[in-house]
């Protein structure tokens, strides 16, 4: 199975110069916990509700002024639409990451997928146990 027969194909994207106000505002609206962040049709960064609190909120920075790409995780862990599912899980695992931006072949974002997404899908049983310790492991030592 790969990973574009389970992932979510409507992603929601922000720009690295937006405010992290509007960053946390379109999570809401959404109900999502994680926006890809793009810059000129390339993935820069990933922010997430915890980096807006932990690494801005917290701090004292301040959500209407602080931008996305002052507290966005840079790294970002990718995996392609074609690639099998399983592959998916073992990059999840050996970074402790929830989700994973999908890209197309010409490095275009095509959906995300998630640590849920994972868990619902044709994963091979001793897998999808393995991916979920080590990103509760990383959880847990926080």
């Given at each position: ?11 929601r ?47 004292g ?14 790294e ?67």
């Open positions: 199975m790969q990973t574009k027969e389970i992932m979510k194909e409507e992603v994207l922000i720009h690295p110069e937006r405010t992290l106000l509007e960053a946390a505002k379109k999570m809401q609206q959404f109900d999502i916990g994680a926006l890809p962040v793009v810059d000129d049709g390339k993935v820069v960064g990933m922010i997430t509700d915890r980096d807006i609190l932990v690494r801005a909120v917290a701090e920075g301040n959500p209407n002024e602080t931008k996305t790409a002052d507290v966005m995780t840079k970002v862990v990718t995996a392609y639409d074609d690639q099998d599912v399983n592959e998916a899980g073992k990059l999840m695992k050996e970074n402790q990451i929830r989700r994973l931006v999908i890209l197309n072949r010409n490095n275009e974002i095509s959906g995300m997928l998630s640590l849920g997404d994972l868990a619902t899908a044709a994963l091979d049983r001793s897998e999808k146990g393995e991916v979920l310790e080590k990103v509760s492991e990383a959880e847990h030592k926080e």
